[in-house]
């Protein structure tokens, strides 16, 4: 069906409002659960003519209803999203049987209609399964039905144009929809369920017997997964060693905690002993039909249940094909993806022996697979170093550490070296050393007034060229701050010469030079920040300028602004010329104003900004700001009136393209963690490349960018909180005894345009492992500088609501399916506790990998933000990038026109923005075999660009698709065609625009 169409075909599409047809309901998308169970089930064919059974019968209980998840219970607290089923929380589902079972009791469910009509129906799948059933209806009962075998797909969440675009489809989840494409012309019966829970149930009864017919439930239920009953069967013989038939209650205890790490003992003893009840079979001892049913329930995670039997083509296992099409086409899996490596994947993460044997990967293999490291969140491919290293070093942003001596706090800390260790260790590469006069001629090193600890300075130079290159070969930087005599800054250069020896880079800049080496050149090497006497000082020792910790203020960046900027008078330092010389890349300045900067300041001097005087600038002069740091290293150092260590926001000064955040590596919570986060995506080596649009010469980027990037679509971040596994309490809740009630916050961190943050509902079923089941879609401007974080929350805590968290580069997420690892405050990992989620990334620029390539909303020509070029004054200039404006509009309407077209196809064949091409030509291809007419389809790929030709009669909805992929091929076409041409005419413009403007400044 076309987008925008109103169908008035097709049974159960259609229910005019009459006297006799219940009035439309569109109440059950408030907040509050909605009851399944209504008090009264209508009798087959009873609401044919709208009335229903004068005394309706009690409704009987759910056979499965010791099976599916509860979420019933209400909070009273007005912040909570609750979630809600109406299944019971004893069991989930782990079979095809039993979501047939629970079709073949019926539910209540919400049939959305168009012009924002909603109905309560009751829908029912015959007891022959070969229909499916709704009432109370005003048509005949032959016609408010469905026949299984007319069904084209089963789609999950709002991917029709009646959900997509109905007036109430944002007040109910795209989890709790779902859609039954059938008949030739490709009707949509589309529903809405109360939980997700009962829509997986259905979307899985409904695949199966679409692909498998009619089965009578004996069938079904014999063919259910002999690969795990056969492993498991040959797991308990093998602790059964007196083959007595049982194992005692502890030991089967033992071996299911031994199979599912992380499995809480008491939860295991609980399960065994209301089996063992229930079977009247109570004692010390545990048969192989009590383990295996255990084991079933407590082990198999019904998310990853029915993410298998999606991809398995509804059978109980996956398949060598089966696990090629799951990596391909959804894990975005191209490199290396051969049969011969599916089955090495099976042989590795299967634990049964015939599943290993046959190429079978069972639900026990797959939830292994998807525990493992290949399918976590990080891309592994940033373990290892994996940006240029060649640049200039102003060009990174570099790890860095403030008060690394300190232990805690400036007041009550305390100081060791063990501080330096671990930040080395954590790959810091900027280290701060305030050393103070000490007794002996011995300098010392300690914070502020800090008198309790005092350690000696040639310790921790001793420290520092032990662990220097521990984490990282990339150069490491000593800020000095000297606070003792001539006498002893001699003995720190000693120190220092003879501990570090060549390590220590003291060869002059070359003056002829424009930028600093890269970090590559300066590999194993140790620089050292601080004053420098001038080059023609000739005394041992001369005064410099006391920024007192490089407390450059600033003056002169506003005449009316000195006040304000609170700038200190200029005190002088004594400074030795043999410690003097040992400064080379890193000479500590004072910074006036960027105009001074531009004239006077060298590429190897760095200015020390106070976080105050750094957040004014930033906010005051952000483009200036952001060009000053493409030349010039920056290093930013928290307010002293942070007495409790407290950290700054990094992302503060990252956006302005500072390199050097110095960070209090002791003090925990989130401005540490998106500090640890960010410096992981390049091998943790200390080093990250800034994106392009801070490092090249002719660019333009505002540090306060509120809105999108002018020229720039944004990226589109879609992310689901499937479930959460074994989440610890929080700290100080032991009040609670077991109790958890997770939620999730999904936070982005960035330029202020990307900053947002939304909360999952709280799930309030007293579990360890919640399903949360809930999707959200943030926009990207600026992805080189954004983190993603996840924080998992108590709303029901006791002392501190802190469960865990994890935070990760949005540059290395991989799409997917995948597990988070969770971390606690301090930053370890927390055994087995673990978010599933599913990731997907549109419109994804430049490069990369297929799978992030996608494509963002359509958006016409007359909401598009073209590019355009910043005047500078100077006519010449002015003209030169004017002559730019045309092709930079040419390439941005070649490149949404195909956005356009791509986005129309993918959602004419029912998938989102977000999917690939495969996805997409999969679906097509199931449709057509579902058929029941003699159409068919040719891809045609010997074509330098892709064709679809059908023959026999094709249906109107598959003529649109068709068209549709028609118009996608023919606008990538033009882009492909016309993109060199373009892209000749841009960097004509852009080699221009600096020769023009050299040539003005020599007139």
Known sequence: MAEGQTDTTGAGLSDPRTPADPTPDTSGFSADPQPVWNGSRPELGEGAAGKPSPTPPPPPPPPLSSIIKDGSRQRRDSKKTVSFSSMPSDRKISSTAACISFMLEGCEMKKVRSNSRVYNRYFILDSDMRSLRWEPSKKDSDKAKIDITSIKEVRLGKKTPMLRNNGVSDQFSNECAFSIIY?????????????????????????YLVSYGK???????????????SWLESMFHAADVGTHGHIPLTRAVQLIKGLSPGMKTTKVELKFKELQKAKDKLGTEVTLEIFTEAYCELCTRSEIYFLLVQFSSNKEFLDCKDLMLFLDAEQGMEEGLTEEMCLETIRKYEPSQEGQEKGFLSIDGFTNYLLSLECHLFDLQHENVCQDMTQPLSHYYINSSHNACLLEDHFWGSSDINGYIRALKMGCRSIELVVWEGPDNEPLIYAGNLMTVQIPFRTIIDVINQYAFVASQHPLILCLVTRCSVKQQKVMAQHMKKILGDRLHVDPPNPGDNYLPSPDQLKGRILLKGKRLPGNCSDSEADVSDEDEGIEMCQGLAEDGADQLNVPLERKLRLSKELSDLVSYCRSVQFRDFDVSRRNQKYWEICSFNEVVASRIGNEYPEDFVIYNKKFLSRIYPSSMRIDASNMNPQDFWKCGCQMVAMNYQTHGLMMDLNIGWFRQNGNCGYVLRPAIMREEVSYFSANAKDSLPGVSAQLLHIKIISGQNLPKPKGSAAKGDVVEPYVYVEIHGIPADCSEQRTKTVTQHDDNPIFDDSFEFQINLPELALLRFVVLDDDYIGDEFIAQYTIPFECLQAGYRHVPLQSLTGEFLPHST???????????????SQKRGLSVRKGKNAREYTSTKTVGIKVIDEVFRVATQPLREAMDLRENVQNAMVSFKELCGLTPAANMKQCILTLSSWLLNSDNTVSVTLNLSEQYPSMEAQGPVPDHLRKVLAAYETMIQTSKMLIESADAVYVKIMQAQKAGPSRSAETRKE
């Open 183 to 207: 008949g030739e012309n490709y009707e949509s019966l589309d529903l809405v369920a109360s939980s997700a829970d009962i829509v997986n149930t259905w979307v899985m009864g409904l695949r």
């Open 215 to 229: 089965h009578t439930l004996p069938v079904i239920e014999s063919s259910q997964n002999s690969l795990r009953s």
């Open 835 to 849: 978010l599933f989620i599913h990731v997907a990334v549109s419109n994804r620029r430049g490069g990369g990998k």
